[in-house]
C-alpha cells in the first residue's frame, strides 16, 4: 500500500459522509435549489481563485522533475457553468467555514515541507475526483452531468493521479515516518477533508 491509499483508507468515513451529504446528492441526482447553486458557486469561485494560489506556492516546492511532469491546469469555471448560477452569485461574500478553510490550508503550505503542502490540497483535488466518478451515472438526464464529467474528465484525472503521485514520491515509504511525522501529515490532509465537508454542508443549507 503507498502513502496515498493510506490517506484514502483513512479518510474514507469522511469521503462517504461527503458522498451522503444533501447538496452532493442534489447534483448526483438532480435537486438543487437555484439558491443553493448560486450560494455554492459564490463560495467556490472565491476558494478555487485563492486555492490557485496557493498552489503555485505549494508547486515551488517541489522538485523539478515534479513541477516539468504537471498537468496543464483546467479551467475550473467550467464547472460553475455547469451548475447554472444566476447573476444573485455575485453579490455573497465568502462565508466564514470558507475563508477558515483557505488559512488552514496556507498555514500548513507556509509552514511545511513539501508533504504538508501537497496534503493540505489532496482532499479538494481527489475528492472531486472521486465525486465525479460515484454520482457520474447515477441518474439519466442529469441536468448537472456537465458538472461530474468535468471532474471526471481525462484532464482532471491527470491532475488527480500526478498529485496522487507526488505525494508517493515524497512519501515512499510512509510506514518508516517517525509517530509524530506520520501524525503530523495525517492531521493536515484529515482536517482538510472534514472542510470539504463543512463546505459541502453549508451549500447545502441554502
Known amino acids: 500500500m503507498n502513502f496515498h491509499e493510506f490517506l484514502l483508507q483513512k479518510s474514507a468515513p469522511i469521503l462517504d459522509d461527503i ?16 439558491a443553493q447553486r448560486d450560494y455554492y458557486v459564490a ?22 522533475l515534479q513541477q516539468a511532469s504537471k498537468p496543464s491546469a483546467t479551467d475550473e469555471q467550467d464547472a460553475h457553468d ?14 466564514q467555514h470558507n475563508l477558515a478553510y483557505l488559512d488552514h490550508m496556507e ?11 501537497m496534503l493540505a490540497l489532496l482532499p ?13 451515472k447515477a441518474t439519466p438526464n442529469n441536468t448537472y452531468e456537465p458538472w461530474l464529467s468535468y471532474y471526471t474528465s481525462p484532464e482532471y484525472q491527470a491532475f488527480t493521479q500526478w498529485s496522487w503521485q507526488v505525494v508517493d514520491q515524497q512519501v515512499p515509504d510512509w510506514k518508516k ?15 482538510s477533508y472534514r472542510y470539504e465537508l463543512t463546505f459541502w454542508e453549508h451549500a447545502a443549507e441554502h
Open 43 to 64: 463560495q467556490d469561485s472565491y476558494y478555487t481563485d485563492y486555492f490557485s494560489k496557493l498552489f503555485d506556492l505549494t508547486t515551488e516546492k517541489l522538485t523539478p
Open 82 to 95: 455547469a451548475l447554472l448560477a444566476s447573476q444573485a452569485m455575485l453579490n455573497i461574500p465568502p462565508d
Open 19 to 34: 458522498y451522503q451529504s444533501s447538496f452532493v446528492q442534489g447534483i448526483g441526482y438532480n435537486h438543487l435549489s437555484q
Open 124 to 136: 479538494c483535488t481527489e475528492s472531486y475526483h472521486l465525486i465525479g466518478k460515484h454520482f457520474l
Open 107 to 117: 498555514k500548513a503550505i507556509t509552514a511545511g515541507d513539501a508533504t504538508n503542502a
Open 177 to 191: 515516518l517517525s509517530q509524530k511525522t506520520q501524525q503530523d501529515y495525517l492531521a493536515t490532509y484529515l482536517t
